[in-house]
């Protein structure tokens, strides 16, 4: 039977018309993904029925492994998780390498076996575009770059390499995908988000969880999959933000009304629920005024009983320390909200304490306890955790493929679909091999960091080298002939003789509300390098390595050529594929690009504002 859903005019349209329609009046046995932790529910209530309130509450902590005052603690407080922040691994610096990381998760989860009840911890990190904590795994396109491919294929390919280098290391679950829909690109977490229409981050959101956590959640290659930031994170009002200049938008405050709420913000969480999704992340961020992880009409009226999720809630890094000044309290406002699990530093000890005497005093129910702990029970035993066939070791085969051919090669062709060309004159692209000299310049020529973008290596990533990735400069190298010339400089002199430059100018590494910013306007810097490029008189190519459009001023005039490359991650090469023609640009902008600051927030379907390149632009070589 055709649906008809009124104002659904194209096919992403018509998908965010059908999954808001969906939101209403359906129940989770509808939904085939939720169905894998309803089947547990008779072997998690068996197992619940044995267990002490301490072991219930355990089972609703995640401490971070760098806080643990006592590694003795994991038995002691009966914990039902452990994880990495961004860039925290082995506290010794020789161990931070794939053999280092599988020791340290192997540990924790032999502590956690030594338990009465042998339950295994659920050990989490943000992979949000590979394993990027660990060198030498390979870095996907941030999400901005996946969007703009338009492809669910690629990304659930992208996403079943990261789930196989993540379990390399004995991880098991990964706080990807953010489904968040960006509305003002000034917020530092918008290459985290697919783009500006809901029915995208719906479409790749789904896709990206397929990808985690495979046809089964206990496959050995299968990681656990965490939608976030729920809700409207990417919907802050500026300024309400936590950065302390007053230009903030991240864990800011959307103030909008429930409709707005679900037509952009939901839709990317229906589909990460239909998908199968296990757990989803509340967002630091408030909804009018009330923070998402202490509102029940967002977690339990909305997530849970009408959208039908059946996995469990997982709150931010410390979320409970951002809801006022009494912890305790706190806590009980949160789990009576419908939080499941705590992400918690140094305060777990209190943590414990204080959520057993809330029980004690009457403030949070018996029943709320154990509808958190049945429903983590339920996602571990979907898993395979708690199998006769579990082992806490590490898989040889995983470990084998880590970072390895057949993950670069789909990493390869993700830079390739991710790439949008903006601008062409003079069929200035594909460049010929055979090319006599070629000059690359500025400072993301010859900078995988930059190329990587946050959350590689460091929560904030770096500038500068990663272990296992291939710079620009070096993809054209490998490209050109045997007889070409290829020459380097950061600053874009030094190309007299050349017949082509290509200039690689952006945004530096940066995470979360670091990367907030009231002035997306190129820096003077690679303003400076395009200029002397210029000088050269020769036909001038621009990269532009960004998390987000940038306001690139007069660099747009003087540009024979301008690609939009976003974050592409450690494989430099699919940037040369497409310079070079041995891949033709098919990606598309998931966010339209402004002219001025002046034009910033800009939405993509605002038909008042004539922005530099509209939502869905992208050119080919044709042919």
């Avoid at 939080?339 to 209190?350: A, G, L, N, P, S």
Wanted: glycine share 12%; net charge negative.
């Amino acid at each position: 039977m055709k649906i008809l859903i009124p104002g659904a005019k194209t096919p992403l349209a018509f998908l965010a018309s059908l999954i808001l329609f969906s939101l209403a009046g359906v129940s989770a046995e509808a939904r085939p993904g939720q169905k894998q932790f309803l089947d547990q529910d008779r072997r998690a209530r068996a197992l619940l029925a044995t267990m002490t309130l301490d072991e219930k509450i355990g089972q609703m902590m995640q401490v971070e492994h760098g806080s643990l005052k006592d590694p003795n603690d994991i038995v002691k407080y009966h914990l039902g998780s452990i994880l990495s922040g961004g860039g925290s691994g082995p506290r010794n610096p020789e161990d931070h390498n794939l053999k280092g990381w599988t020791a340290m998760v192997q540990g924790f989860q032999t502590s956690a076996l030594s338990t009465r009840l042998a339950i295994p911890i659920l050990y989490g990190e943000d992979a949000l575009h590979g394993n990027g904590n660990v060198p030498g795994a390979v870095v996907f396109p941030h999400n901005i770059g996946l969007g703009a491919s338009r492809d669910p294929n690629i990304v659930r390919q992208a996403a079943r390499a990261t789930a196989e280098e993540v379990r390399a290391t004995g991880i098991n679950w990964s706080f990807a995908p953010c489904v968040a829909v960006p509305q003002d690109e000034r917020w530092g977490r918008t290459y985290e988000g697919y783009g500006q229409d809901p029915a995208l981050a719906s479409l790749l959101g789904a896709a990206a969880v397929e990808g985690l956590q495979g046809g089964r959640l206990s496959d050995a290659a299968s990681t656990l999959a965490c939608a976030k930031h729920f809700a409207a994170d990417g919907g802050t009002a500026y300024g309400s933000g936590y950065a302390k200049d007053g230009h903030g938008l991240d864990r800011g405050d959307a103030r909008i009304d429930e409709a707005t709420l679900r037509r952009v913000h939901l839709p990317g969480y229906a589909g990460a629920i239909q998908a199968g999704v296990g757990t989803i992340m509340p967002s630091f961020s408030s909804w009018n005024g009330v923070p998402c992880s202490a509102n029940a009409h967002l977690l339990t009226d909305i997530l849970k009983k009408e959208m039908g999720f059946e996995g469990f809630l997982i709150s931010d890094w410390d979320a409970i320390n951002l809801l006022g000044p009494d912890y305790k309290q706190d806590i009980a406002t949160s789990v009576n909200a419908g939080m499941d699990m705590f992400m918690i530093t140094d305060r777990y000890q209190t943590f414990f304490d204080d959520l057993k005497a809330l029980v004690g005093e009457g403030k949070v129910t018996p029943s709320r306890i154990d509808d958190a702990a049945l429903r983590i029970l339920r996602v571990k035993l979907a898993m395979g955790l708690m199998d006769k066939k579990f082992t806490a070791a590490a898989n040889e085969k995983l470990q084998a493929a880590f970072g390895g051919v057949e993950h670069r090669k789909i990493a390869r062709q993700a830079v390739r679909e991710s790439l949008v060309l903006l601008k062409n004159e003079r069929q200035t692209l594909p460049i010929a091999k055979t090319i006599k000299h070629i000059h690359i310049c500025g400072r993301g020529g010859d900078n995988i960091g930059m190329q990587c973008g946050g959350w590689t290596l460091n929560w904030q990533g770096q500038m500068g080298d990663v272990p296992g990735g291939t710079s620009i400069l070096s993809a054209v190298k490998s490209t050109v002939s045997k007889d070409a010339v290829v020459t380097y400089s950061k600053d874009g002199t030094g190309a007299e003789g050349a017949s082509l430059g290509v200039v690689v100018i952006g945004e530096s590494p940066y995470a979360e509300w670091f990367g907030d910013r009231a002035d997306l306007t190129l820096s003077q810097e690679d303003s400076d390098a395009v200029a002397n490029l210029k000088k050269a008189n020769i036909p001038v190519v621009v990269v532009v390595l960004s998390g987000r459009p940038i306001i690139l001023g007069d660099v747009v005039n003087q540009a024979d050529a301008l690609v939009a490359a976003w974050l592409p991650g450690t494989e430099g090469q699919g940037i040369a594929d497409v310079l070079f023609g041995d891949y033709k640009p098919t990606g598309k902008l998931s966010f339209p690009w402004p002219r001025s600051m002046d034009q910033i927030p800009l939405h993509y379907d605002d038909k008042t504002v004539a922005p530099l390149f509209p939502y869905g632009f992208g050119l080919g070589y044709g042919g």
